[in-house]
């Protein structure tokens, strides 16, 4: 009698065993968890990458080179934005819930995910690819991407952490700011001591007045105001205007100039601003001739030329109306020193 019980006692326990053996297999969130710990890259293999290349709305390609990356354009090197490319690796290695959804052939054409038909991103390290990501379409639902590591058939459909960088201009990858970080420190409005504007010339191609201000305390002074304007400067519209100059942002490169090019050379004819800081620095930007209906600006040191609208490059070469208390008599020109 004691040995049946003993069975059956045994039974029961292996049939619970069973029971929880079977729940933690197919428990919907221990499911869950084991799929959250899908990533796309090894965390490892970031400081490896040299080169990424970008397919989908437009062709980006980027360079390391040191601890910097670069946009590579027209046979050139742009700065690119370093944050963009740290938020590709994020993305990139961090774990998350990505199920499989089929790994044919039909699955993989009726999701945009066949080597030929697909946007990607591919990471290399000394020419050998680490890892090229098929992007494909979005779920009926919108809120989750399918997604092919190019060599596994296996089609993943999950959060869509990609489609902004395959959809991206490639501006969008530039560090296109016309003072961008120096050793990490950025160019403070309140770096700028003195300054001097040559806006310019009219619509009729008459010369228009340059004026020079300087810090003055808290006020600005005018060392050399347009002619037929006694009123005092504006300081709040001043620093307002000079915050602008160094926080501007161009709207991309122009790949086929030089600001030793025709046009930035001559800098009595060129409209120019020389920021003067306190460090005893000094930085002259340059207003070159229009490229690709935009305007395009050049910085002194700097071997790039900036393509800004007609709003942003007129904000920066301006002329002193606005800046001054009282009448501004523009036909009467005053020539530097």
């Known amino acids: 009698m004691f040995k049946k019980k003993v069975i059956v006692l045994s039974g029961i326990a292996g049939a619970l065993a069973i029971v929880y053996a079977l729940t933690f297999v197919f428990d919907p969130e221990r499911s869950g968890k084991r799929q959250a710990a ?28 040191g601890g910097a990356w670069f946009v590579v354009y027209e046979d050139r090197r742009f700065p690119a934005k370093q944050s963009r490319v740290d938020e ?19 699955v993989q054409e009726k999701l945009g995910l066949t080597d030929d038909q697909t946007s990607r991103i591919t990471v290399l390290s000394g020419g050998n690819p680490l890892l090229t990501l098929l992007v494909g379409v979005e779920d009926a639902s919108g809120s989750s991407i399918h997604l092919r590591k190019r060599g596994d058939d296996t089609v993943r459909g999950g959060e869509d952490r990609f489609s902004p960088f395959v959809n991206g201009s490639r501006p969008s990858w530039e560090d296109l700011r016309l003072f961008p970080d120096e050793n990490g420190v950025k160019l403070g409005a309140e770096s700028v001591q003195r300054f001097t504007v040559f806006p310019p010339p009219d619509e009729e191609g008459n010369v228009q007045p340059y004026y020079t201000l300087a810090r003055d305390g808290k ?23 000079i915050r602008g100059i160094v926080d501007a942002v161009g709207e991309d490169f122009a790949a086929g100039l030089s600001p030793g090019g025709e046009g930035f050379t001559d800098p009595d004819a060129v409209s120019r601003v020389i920021l003067e800081l306190g460090d005893g620095s000094t930085r002259t930007l340059y207003r070159g001739p229009d490229f690709s209906g935009k305007k395009t600006v050049a910085l002194s040191g700097s071997p790039y030329v900036w393509l800004l609208s007609d709003w942003a490059a007129n904000r920066i070469f301006r002329t002193g109306e606005g800046l001054f208390n009282g009448e501004q008599l523009p036909e009467t020109v005053s020539t530097p020193d």
């Open 88 to 106: 590709l690796f994020a993305a990139l290695t961090k774990s998350g819930a990505y199920s499989a959804r089929g790994s044919s052939r039909e």
């Open 219 to 241: 006020d600005w002074k005018a060392e050399a105001a347009p002619a037929g304007v006694s009123g005092a400067p504006i300081t709040a519209d001043i620093d307002s205007y």
């Open 38 to 65: 899908y990533r796309w890259l090894d965390p490892q293999s970031v400081d490896a990458a040299d080169r990424i290349e970008v397919r989908g709305s437009d062709t980006v390609d980027l360079e390391r080179d």
